[in-house]
């Protein structure tokens, strides 16, 4: 029995002989269009046997990532030509400079606010993603989540969300609305197996934050030794098309933070395999005020890295600061 993805790239190769087809019959056939015909038809005869996705070097699966990226794929990364492997590691570089260039500018002051992030892949590319937009009415909205899976389609996924915030945030919806408009255009726009989890909040002038948390690990309201987790009020984004999510508010004061984080830090191993974990990201906040996010994000960033020691990072990482200042 074919899986959910494989039913889906085989809809995508039917589609993409469709228009080839088409093409044909409004230019006439080429070599290179003819050579593509060839490439499904010989990728949908793989899946009727049961052999597609498999490398036919060593017969092992190909990347799922790639598959969803090119259906025609047909060598599993250990397998490619020295010149594919060339042409690969070129596009994952750009893909890498394209994916920074997106990021928000660090440092965001506005209203009483002090807002940095650290943004840290674990390979070129990133699944995180990470996004400060200012409103018309003097606040701001910050969002952090994290897409399912790792590499190039992971990444592409982050810049799909980011575009889609970035385009009904003017429209001025209410953050529920907003939330769950995202997680219908996401939803609809992806395979059934992508989704992603995300924390999206407003905080205005007054010191009000309103959060949406769609399935994300809790960001932590810190407040002197008072350090309470924001809880999620909502499914995953893009589990489901009509999801409804709800938010919750919170009051932030001078000196009072909310910080965010990817699991890349809260499941973060050492070499005897113990995580992180959300204790020890509790207890290293308490009893700290918190006006400079950056002197809270490098506090953890060093406490990451000698609980971690010399053990590479498996997963990507961004941590966010939202400070209110103890002076404005």
Known sequence: ???????????????????????????????????????????????????????????????????????LTRFCLDHLTRNQQRALEEDLVLAGRIQRGLLPNPQLHVAGWNVDYRYEPAGIVSGDYCDLITDKGGGFYFMLGDVVGKGVAASMLMVHLQATFRTLIPIGLPLRE???????????????????????????????????????????????????????????????????????RVQIGPGDAILLYTDGLSEARNRSGEMYGSERLRGLARGRTASQPRDLIDLYLQDLAAFRKDVRAADDLTIMAVCRSAVF
């Open 178 to 248: 907003l939330v769950e408009r995202a997680s219908r255009v996401f939803c609809e726009s992806t395979l059934p197996t992508q989704y992603a989890t995300l924390v999206c909040g407003r905080a205005g002038a007054s010191g009000e934050v309103e959060v949406c948390n769609a399935g994300h690990p809790q960001p932590l309201l810190l407040r002197g030794d008072e350090i309470l987790p924001i809880e999620p009020t909502g499914l995953l984004l893009g589990a489901f098309c009509d999801e409804k999510f709800a938010t919750s």
């Open 1 to 71: 029995m074919a899986s959910p993805v494989e039913h889906i790239l085989r809809q995508q190769l039917i589609d993409r002989r469709e228009r080839l087809e088409q093409a044909v019959s409004v230019a006439g056939e080429s070599l290179q269009v003819k050579g593509l015909i060839q490439e499904v038809d010989a990728a949908l005869a793989r899946m009727e046997a049961g052999t597609y996705g498999l490398c036919e070097v060593c017969h092992e699966p190909v990347e799922t990532d790639r598959l969803i990226t090119d259906p």
